[in-house]
């Protein structure tokens, strides 16, 4: 039978044993961490996004500029089935208001047991503590906690996961060992990722994690409603991520860039100069927002943070304001932080097969491939889709 390693235990390796196996290969999964999935489990935390309920063409559209690459293989395994197969495996998914879905115990553990026992069931062998240190020849060496040992297959798939919270394995170690084999790769950035802003101390002591509800926040043409989270250091929260991209690409240019804050999207400008206008000149700022605006707590803070005097006491300015507040963010939060990373192995070194073009026999899968995609069940799925995709590949090669 032939031998298929798999380098790395997050949800793209798992999901290309469980395809190898289902077709009768003896795959084995090697794992640097002392246990699996850790950051599927990490992101169990925050309910476990599993896929998206939207449309195809919409959902393929969060890939951007990869969604041609990534198109077929996600319409292969789609939400439906990335949600029947989480059903086979005991855990009902259900389809939240934002049309994000989630399990219904909102967490990744049972279903990362039930995954794992059923690959156990099918044979695939996971050895834990083995941390891939690089190529050895035609081989592949391993530090394990019995020494150093070198591993032969007939085909080897990379799993290795992007550059976020590296302490949970993925700590992109491989970049250097690709890259002297010729393969090119895009430097890892943070994706999905909170940003930095100058707070007054005052404001960062009083609001690091109060929640900003009910916003729209702009970037460029892209105007988002949801709500995101103050920070010590700045904001976050998955408003904040669906604008990281276009954030992150203008700072790479600028010192700082702003993200255009609508904080009373029900109303209109007109409206609440007018109401403003009502108010008493000399009553305090935070009763003439709250009487003529209905805003206090943080967004009347914030509000304070960015505005001048002369602002606070002109209805048309304040008011302006509150529809367009430019919120200055000035770094990028390090990428151990972040949710997920973009760059990685670039598509041109990838064929169709998931296979590196200039190293036959060795395939990769999952977040180090050059692809991107805001918070929303997306990233799992391209994760999910591309083990699938990827494990195709193997067999494709092996059948040759
Ligand atoms: C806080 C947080 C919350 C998240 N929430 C969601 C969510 O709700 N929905 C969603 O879609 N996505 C979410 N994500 C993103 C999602 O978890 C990742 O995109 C996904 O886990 C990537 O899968 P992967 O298999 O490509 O890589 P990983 O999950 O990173 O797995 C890679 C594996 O390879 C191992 N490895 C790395 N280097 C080596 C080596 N040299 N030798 C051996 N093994 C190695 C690692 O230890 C790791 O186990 C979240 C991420 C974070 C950090």
Partial sequence: ????????????????????????????????????????????????????????????????????????????????????????????????SSGRVFPVAMKASPLLRAWLRRLEGQGVKILTRHRW????????LFQTPHGEKVVEADAVLLALGGASWPRLGSDAAWVPWLRERGIEIADLRPANCGFDVDWSEPFRARFAGVPVKSVVATTEARAIPGEFVISRHGIEGSLIYAHAASLRDRLENSSSADLMLDLMPGRTLARLVQDLAKQDGKASFSNRLRK?????????????????????????????????????????????????????????????????????????????????????????TACFATGRAAAAGVERWLAR
């Fill in 292 to 380: 003529g605006a209905g805003i206090d707590g943080v967004k009347a803070a914030l509000l304070r943070e960015f505005s001048t005097d002369a602002d606070r006491h002109n209805p048309q300015r304040l008011a302006g304001l509150i529809k367009h507040l430019p919120l200055p963010v000035v770094r990028r939060r390090p990428i151990a932080e972040a949710i997920s990373s973009d760059g990685g192995v670039r598509w041109s070194a990838i064929d169709d097969s998931y296979m590196l073009k200039a190293l036959p026999g060795l395939f990769v899968a999952g977040e180090m491939i050059d692809w991107e995609a805001p918070t929303g069940g997306y990233l799992l």
């Fill in 133 to 140: 240190a690089g190529f050895a020849g035609n081989g592949y």
């Fill in 1 to 96: 039978m032939e031998r298929v390693a798999i380098i790395g235990g997050g949800p793209a390796g798992l999901m290309a044993a469980e395809a190898l196996t289902s077709s009768g290969y003896d795959v084995t999964v090697y794992e640097a961490m002392p246990t699996v999935g850790r950051k599927f489990l990490l992101a169990g935390k925050s309910g476990l996004n599993i896929t998206h309920s939207e449309d195809s063409d919409r959902f393929l559209s969060r890939f951007g500029a990869a969604s041609g690459r990534l198109g077929p293989v996600i319409e292969a395994f789609p939400a439906a089935e990335v949600r029947a197969w989480a059903q086979a495996l005991g855990t009902e998914t259900f389809v939240g």
